[in-house]
DNA sequence: TTGTACGCGTTATCAT
DNA sequence: ATGATAACGCGTACAA
């Protein structure tokens, strides 16, 4: 029983004996029309289970009720067990949801996924394009702005491009933990960074050096990509570079994660030997052995508000250049 | 410097001085337009600049080249670090890709969010829809497949309805954990089942029920809906029930992580006292402490094979009604 | 307040 | 092999 034809708005009209056009003011909502013929209108959308084409209103209203959210994917970071990813899907996915739009989900990770959202978005087949946390200097943002394609980007955008961007306080959080380390007697103070070719690698990296550095204390630094793996890897570059650290500050808190675990097999002890800090504070932070202390972030709020502002935009409204939502300093038993 | 008009196909026309009707035919490929033109065309698609306007093709196409991926949203389930969902996305999304196709993510959770998709989905504004693991009997699919859109879901659909589905053998991968755990000498083993309203929960105790049924030995179940929390919750709950329980079988890798950690706090140790074996193969399951053994689902693959059935079912082609993976029990130290 | 008529950009059906 | 031309379903000036 498929293909039965979907009634149209000119079968509407037939039915309530009235013209497409009343048919589409009702449908729409607007209050020109008579309350009788509303009805009538109504119940004959009811009875055919009519449903407006949206190709159709596209066409003609040049918008599309949907925006493209657009994710870097290395094939092994964006899904494995950080929550960063899901966590900006879900809010920008409540937001829509509020907005009654469509959530498109691109995958920007090959060079050829790259260029196939190039063209999707360039080709106006959304209403607004929301970036999650880019490699590099991507020009996609700024060319897609000079289209006047409405673009936020979730983190400052790496070549300083002049588009609306969320992000969270990177290096007040960094700083925040690094201190609470400094406050707790630690003075050998390590840093597992994470990749400097995205802007929340190179913050809270920043974030670390300064305040090391104000505190006259010695820089140790080795830089992961946020993974466990990479995390583990630099751990052990750290120990034998600088065998008395006494404690680590990592980036995130995958990377924290796997080096509570090396420091556990190099015969440390958290926190006695070595207080460790994270950043995410993902649900696997209570968990791990000792609980970790970590930085919070509001990730389901970034996406959230990253949404809203791309709607504000593309409703061609002027909005803040960016909006810094702030960090929370999470202490549990790992420093 | 915004609105430039897009240029249209009218627009390449005039400019490789043809007609429109020839333009289409280059843009979408045909092989009867001679070489020259062909050469013209394209020239002046590129210095227009030109891309289809996807509304105008699907109004008269009748196709929309994407389709929807509904996953049900219970706020904190989704996207915890459940790798489940995020990995069904991935799967999807590298599917589509390669087929040209979007992905529209849809959150179901609520009344309202489920409405929306009803609306959505049965309003033909996609090819296709995927259904990730629903809870209860959702008459969704059965009503869209009923009105000739092609569906597929992801786990068996518990009302019955004959859609076409992936999985993996839950039965299976249960069996040989329950199997492994008495294989090591265990005689009293508990399980934490999953949420009784989906069937991964279901066919997960299932299995549990079967095997140590078949061995003779006793059934202690608690019953947890996949999360740390309530998997922390059903541990102290079997531990109250049955003091001598000397192995665990948990349906997922969370409600087992949480459960470990709950023996240790009763002062169990695992897996000396008490082994645990989990389900999913989460990244973290590697590095729990100890490491999880557990029953590694092909969670991405489901995603892509789910997509894979879907493509095929729009474009006409007849598929089998069920594919079911394998899956592996990964033998770590908890067990 | 309601209806008429046009146009949105594309593909498909015919002729040629 | 190529070019007119008619849909596709809708929103909206404009007319009534």
Sequence with gaps: MTGAQ?????????????????????????????????????????ELGYVPNLAARTLVTQRTDSIALVMPEEATRVFSDDQVFPGIIRGAAQELEAADKQLVLMLAGSPAGHERVERYTTGRHV?????????????????????????????RPLDGADIPYVDVDQVAGVTRAVRHLIDGGRRRIATIAGPQDMVAGIERLTGYRETVTAAGLPEMVAVGDFTRESGAAAMRELLADHPDLDAVFAASDLMAHAAMRTLREAGRRVPDDVAVIGFDDIETAAYTDPPLTTVRQPIVELGRQGTRLLLRLAAGEDVEPALILPTELIIRESA
Tied chains: 1, 2.
């Design 6 to 46: 979907r009634p149209t708005l000119e079968a509407v009209a037939r039915r309530a004996g009235v013209s497409r056009a009343t048919v589409s003011r009702v449908v729409n909502g607007s209050t020109t029309v008579a309350e009788p013929i509303q009805e009538a209108v109504r119940q004959a959308v009811a």
């Design 127 to 155: 209403d607004g394009v929301l970036f999650a946390s880019l490699h590099g200097a991507d020009p996609l943002p700024a060319k897609l702005a000079a289209l006047g394609i409405p673009v936020v980007c979730s983190g």
